[in-house]
């Protein structure tokens, strides 16, 4: 069962992820996203967090032409294009 238990871990013993991802109103590509990030939640241990970034001038700059982004752990961080398999992987 030891065997088992290191290569099949449950839930309870992956930490979850923090995930953040940044986006606008109107944005095709933040809801495809979006989408793959709620396919992904039912497999996966992590908790979204979504952050327009019309509601604030600075974030505005910072991510207009990237968005969508997506921040794993504040260690990760995925921009446009965002495809499905790459975030898979940072999900890991």
């Known amino acids: 069962m030891q065997f088992l238990k290191r290569f099949l871990p449950n839930a309870k013993d992956q930490r979850e992820h923090d995930v ?6 109107g ?8 989408e793959m990030l709620e396919t992904l939640q039912k497999h996966g ?11 604030d001038p600075a974030l505005f700059r910072r991510y207009e032409v990237r968005i969508p982004v997506i921040i794993i752990d504040n260690l990760v961080e995925l921009e446009a294009p965002i495809h499905h398999a790459d975030l898979q992987r940072a999900l890991r």
């Open 20 to 25: 953040v991802l940044y986006g606008k109103d």
């Open 27 to 34: 944005c095709h590509l933040c809801d495809e996203a979006k």
């Open 45 to 55: 241990n992590f908790r979204v967090r979504e952050v327009d970034i019309t509601s």
